[in-house]
């Protein structure tokens, strides 16, 4: 079974100072390994995704995100925090022969002028 | 290019009816996927449909059903309705069969109220 862990339930950052959100996951095989946000009323919006390569990933609006293989993580950062970035935030997984999408809690970000 | 779209956005049902919510795939997206977002439960797989086939299977009692159109349209249904359905229902589409490094879109959801 895939399972997907966002340790945070909020994280408070002021704007300008960097943003890290969490995200551990347990996968057979080789994850893939994705990002959404989540606007108040509106669905998720994709913000990037892991498949293989550079552990680096960047992907829309300034995010970027980390792939540890050892660590079994998949943390998400934006260097400079904006206000609009307030959010709920999802991590999800899948494995290579899996067809499902497995999310994580979410965590909420509060960015703070 | 026009996003996932979910008719309708807000619904409003009480105990024992049924509800039938519906989703428009990005065009030339041929895999549906159907999400239940409640807050604590979080977000959980419903179903998803390929070319007109459900393919996958969350672990849903069988209130749940759904279907998708030769157009890859797609509906979900919810017969019977319980307090606990309440929730924000969100529909995804992928270009192809999701799996791997398929990346799904989502729609704005539906968000269904029981009473």
Redesign the interface.
Known sequence: AQSVAQPEDQVNVAEGNPLTVKCTYSVSGNP?L?W?VQYP??????LL?Y?TGDNLVKGSYGFEAEFNKSQTSFHLKKPSALVSDSALY?CAV?G???????????TRVLVKP | KAG?T?TPRYLIKTRGQQVTLSCSPISGHRSV?WYQQTPGQ??Q?LF?YFSETQ??K?NFPGRFSGRQFSNSRSEMNVSTLELGDSALY?C?SSFA?????E???????T?LLVL
């Open positions: 893939y994705f959404y009323n509106r669905g998720l919006q994709f995704k498949i999802f899948r290579a022969a899996g067809n499902k999408l497995t999310f994580g809690g979410g | 996932v979910q996927s979080g977000l797989f998803e393919r996958n969350g969100l995804a069969l999701a799996g791997g490094s990346t799904q879109y989502f729609g704005p959801g968000r």
